[in-house]
């Protein structure tokens, strides 16, 4: 079982050492971009700091782009616009997924009907084309995007949780401790939490990476963090004219959006093979 062809020689068996390799690689590219105060020499957005287009050295580690702006320290803060705001978004996205999902599970068997169908709706309805509608209405933003991303991608979280309810309440124990009158709220807490949490962190890893490769994406093209925000898409984009006379500045922001969802996909790929060797369905 893979997630995003990721080689199963990968998953089957190494599980452990993949989920602690993610593990190091995204703490690490958090921490940075959290100590970017500290770490970074100048104001991301201040221009003529140094020469135009320098390379990198002289007091700035990634070079200088087109308005003299320190190229280093705009990938460092660019990383704390990205993965904050995006990690807000998708711990957003969970809760309501899971809210979402464990009522329809919960539910009798019209209403689970009917939420399965409205979440399986969502689900195949194409993420990008409705985050480019939220655009279009509410203009070009990096928080335009997360919100737009918000309208959907709550639904593989619902969809997993209601399936992950509707499977713990058929478990033996669940229906012993229903017979005996144990409440709804009491079997979510003894029944049901105990088995969302694992497929849920899987879920939530492999999405993250795709949230943040897609929010870079629609930067890129203009759509999302517009300028002079620091923002690794719209960097990207700002720094195509010169990809082959200044290649150095689109390694900052491309290697940091690459290592991200390397990491994240890692973490993802690593906790699912955990579970599936201790026992635990993964759905």
């Known amino acids: 079982m893979t997630v995003l062809g990721l080689p199963r020689l990968l998953t089957t068996g190494r599980g452990r050492g993949l989920l602690l390799v993610g593990a190091a690689l995204l703490g690490g590219v958090v921490l ?21 287009m320098a390379s990198p050295g002289g007091g700035h580690w990634l070079g200088t782009d087109r308005f003299g702006r320190d190229h ?8 704390r616009q990205t993965l904050l705001l995006t990690g807000a978004t998708m711990a957003l996205t969970v809760a309501i997924g899971t809210g979402v999902g464990a009522a329809v ?4 068997r019209r209403l689970d009907d009917l939420g399965r169908k409205a979440i399986d709706t969502v689900v195949a309805f194409p993420a990008v084309i409705v985050i480019l509608a939220f655009v279009g209405l509410r203009g070009p933003s990096l928080v335009t995007v997360l919100g737009g991303a918000l309208l959907v991608w709550w639904a593989p979280f619902a969809r997993l949780a209601r399936s992950l309810v ?3 309440l058929a478990e033996p124990s669940a229906v012993t401790a229903r017979a005996l009158g144990a409440s709804r709220p009491r079997l979510l807490v003894t029944e049901v939490a105990p088995r969302l949490a694992g497929p849920l962190g899987v879920l939530a890893a492999v999405e993250t990476g795709q949230l943040v490769s897609t929010v870079a994406g ?11 925000a620091a923002e690794w898409g719209a960097m990207l984009a700002d720094s195509r004219a010169s990809a082959l006379s200044h290649p150095h500045l689109m390694l900052g ?3 940091a ?3 991200t969802v390397f990491a994240l996909t890692c973490v993802g790929e690593g906790l699912r093979d955990v579970l599936d060797r201790s026992g635990q369905v993964v759905a």
Do not use: E, H, M
């Open 105 to 108: 599970g919960l539910a009798g």
């Open 218 to 228: 629609l930067s890129f093209l203009g759509l999302g963090a517009q300028p002079p």
């Open 257 to 259: 959006v690459l290592v």
């Open 32 to 52: 940075v971009t959290l100590a970017a105060p500290v770490l970074a020499g100048f104001d991301p957005t201040a221009q003529r700091v140094g020469p135009r």
């Open 166 to 168: 509707r499977a713990a």
């Open 253 to 255: 922001p491309g290697i």
């Open 72 to 79: 280093g320290s705009r990938v460092l803060y660019g990383g």
